[in-house]
């Protein structure tokens, strides 16, 4: 089973990016269609951006297409979020998560239930 932990967080200013970073430790990271999932103060945890094993296709929920962007290196076990033009509402924690079979789609739910959780980073933007 693979480990995930993530890193890049940090208080930035509306309009800053920021990168954040997943370095997966473990097994067959290459097998693992994998996600961004964010869960803001007060508020349930939510879809951001998801990619599958081969980088083939890659999904972004509404509020971060054009902004954001997922990528990964099956070769160095990493897994990447660039954020642009960040805004207050996308102050939360972010995870880094792996699935291994049940998970995938845009419903943070499927994460929830199925997923391979890091522990977070937080990422604030101050207006």
């Known amino acids: 089973q693979v480990q995930l932990v993530e890193s890049g967080g940090g208080l930035v200013q509306a309009g800053d990016s920021l990168r954040l970073s997943c370095a997966a430790s473990?097994?067959?990271?290459?097998?693992?269609?994998m996600a961004w999932l964010r869960q803001a103060p007060g508020k349930e945890r939510e879809f951001v951006a998801g990619i599958t094993w081969s980088s083939h296709a890659t999904y972004y929920t509404d509020s971060v297409k054009g902004r954001f962007n997922i990528s990964r290196d099956n070769a160095k076990n990493m897994l990447w979020l660039q954020m642009n033009s960040l805004k207050p509402e996308d102050t939360a924690v972010y995870y880094c998560?792996?699935?291994?079979?049940?998970?995938?789609?845009?419903?943070?739910?499927?994460?929830?239930?199925?997923?391979?959780w890091g522990p977070g980073t937080q990422v604030t933007v101050s207006s």
């Open positions: 473990g097994r067959d990271f290459r097998r693992y269609a």
């Open positions: 998560v792996a699935d291994p079979g049940g998970a995938w789609g845009v419903s943070a739910q499927a994460w929830i239930d199925f997923g391979i």
